[in-house]
Structure formats: structure tokens, C-alpha cells
């Protein structure tokens, strides 16, 4: 590889960066980089960047591959993630994944919460707060907490988050996307603003017969601002160029 070659490569590299996904982990293959007995039952700042935690009611080795709602009397549980933003650029993100109720579950939706964090909150702080429960509770622990479902401002206390759901259907797996557009926030327009990003599930309310249900290729995506896809385009006809002459 020649060094014009290297350089282009390497740019085009930095460019596709922008696009970084969120969430570590998302396909539930890892089943060792996690917190399966979350702090006090809180998702601390000393948990972030670690995987998901939870506590007892949800399983990533019951079921290879997946979450899985894997204890009957705790399925009210929530499994989360926070991770440090840090080459991610763009004004909204976009959430994917797929979600399959246990059959027989009268439970078939499935709640999520998606909140950031603009500064670094104290040590010890709960960011995600009683995961050992279908809780929306949140705490900022200095940093300012922005619940970016709808753009409110939760300051940097202790606070709560709105939820998003996922409706499913018993025994069918549902592939979920939704695009959230941050550009209109006062605080926190673009995903760069933020320090941490993190994501809660659970199924709210739920009985014993959503045990069995499934969450698996969870994605968070930061989506690029237009001019971002009109240099990577760019550059890769400006390679296009270079291997025709070279040729």
C-alpha cells in the first residue's frame, strides 16, 4: 500500500467513524464483559463502558445469543448499558432492535428508556437507578441529564426518565428501528455534546408468563450529519480516481 493510498484509507477510516455504534455488545455473543449483579441494584458511572447489567430476573447464557426473561418471579427486572461518547458525531441517533414475547406472554411490549449525560457525574453515582425493578429512575450525580425520547432537561439530581415501547405479538419476533432527532434540544442537539449515552429495557408490569421472551441485536447508532456522507462519498470516488490512473 502506498502512502497516498494509506493516507485515503486511513481518512476514509476517521470519516466512517462518525457512525460508531453505542451500545457494546449488542448481539449478546459476549456473555463475560457484563455486570449480571449490578451494584446495589443501580447501574453505577464506575459500570459504564462495562456491557449490560442486570439483576436476576434476565439471563445473556440461558439462551445463547439473547436476553432472555429467564426468572419467573423476578420479570419486572430491567437490563441496561451506559457508555462514553467519544469520536460519535450527528443530530440523532437511531435505535434497532429485535424483540420476540415468550409464547403465551400477556406481556408483549417491551419499554426502554434512553438518556445522556452532559458532564461527568461523581464516583459512586447510580446513573441507571433500581434496575432490580421496572423503575424510570435516573440520577446525575452533578452531570446534567437530558432524556433524549423528548429532549427534557432532567437537571442533576435524581429524576426520571419518559419510556419508548416496542409492541410485539406472543411468539413473534418483531424487528424494531426508530430514528430520534435531537437537532431541536436546547441542550444537547448533537450526540457529541454528551459524555455517556445509556439504554434501559424491560417489560413493565409484567407476570410469570413473560418468561422465555427475548431481546437480542440491540443497536444505537449515532447518524451522521449530511456533509459527513457527502465526504465519504467524496472520498471514495476520489479513490475510485486514483486506481483507475494507477491502472
Same mark, same amino acid.
Given at each position: ?11 476514509l477510516?476517521v470519516a466512517?467513524?462518525? %457512525?460508531?455504534?453505542?451500545? !457494546?455488545?449488542? @448481539?449478546?455473543? &459476549?456473555? $463475560? ?6 451494584? #446495589?441494584?443501580?447501574?453505577?458511572v ?10 436476576a ?8 445469543g ?13 437490563i ?8 460519535e ?5 437511531t435505535?434497532?432492535?429485535d424483540?420476540t414475547?415468550?409464547?403465551?406472554s ?7 428508556h ?11 453515582t447510580?446513573?441507571?437507578?433500581f ?7 435516573? %440520577?446525575?450525580?452533578?452531570? !446534567?441529564?437530558? @432524556?433524549?425520547? &423528548?429532549? $427534557?432537561s ?5 429524576? #426520571?426518565?419518559?419510556s ?13 428501528s ?21 439504554i434501559?429495557?424491560?417489560i413493565?408490569g ?32 476520489l ?6 490512473r494507477?491502472?
Amino acid at each position: 500500500m502506498n502512502k497516498t493510498t494509506l493516507v485515503l484509507a486511513t481518512t476514509l477510516a476517521v470519516a466512517y467513524s462518525a %457512525q460508531a455504534a453505542l451500545i !457494546t455488545n449488542g @448481539d449478546f455473543s &459476549d456473555t $463475560t464483559n457484563s455486570n449480571s449483579d449490578a451494584d #446495589t441494584n443501580n447501574l453505577s458511572v464506575e459500570e459504564a463502558n462495562n456491557g449490560w447489567g442486570w439483576k436476576a430476573g434476565w439471563s445473556l447464557t440461558s439462551t445463547t445469543g439473547v436476553a432472555e426473561m429467564s426468572t419467573a418471579f423476578n420479570n419486572n427486572y430491567s437490563i441496561a448499558q451506559i457508555n462514553s461518547v467519544t469520536s460519535e458525531t450527528g443530530s440523532s441517533l437511531t435505535l434497532g432492535l429485535d424483540w420476540t414475547p415468550d409464547t403465551g406472554s400477556t406481556f408483549t411490549s417491551l419499554s426502554y428508556h434512553l438518556v445522556g449525560w452532559i458532564g461527568t457525574p461523581t464516583a459512586g453515582t447510580d446513573m441507571f437507578r433500581f434496575i432490580n425493578g421496572d423503575s424510570d429512575g435516573i %440520577q446525575g450525580g452533578g452531570a !446534567t441529564m437530558i @432524556d433524549l425520547l &423528548d429532549g $427534557t432537561s432532567k437537571g442533576t439530581g435524581n429524576s #426520571t426518565a419518559s419510556s419508548g415501547t416496542v409492541a410485539g405479538t406472543a411468539g413473534s419476533t418483531t424487528n424494531f428501528s426508530t430514528t430520534i432527532d435531537l437537532s431541536g434540544y436546547a441542550s444537547g442537539s448533537s450526540v457529541s455534546d454528551y459524555d455517556y449515552i445509556g439504554i434501559r429495557f424491560s417489560i413493565m408490569g409484567a407476570d410469570d408468563t413473560a418468561q422465555g421472551s427475548l431481546i437480542d441485536n440491540v443497536s444505537l447508532v449515532a447518524v451522521p450529519e449530511p456533509g459527513t456522507y457527502a465526504l465519504i462519498g467524496g472520498l471514495f470516488a476520489l479513490g475510485f480516481v486514483m486506481v483507475r490512473r494507477r491502472k
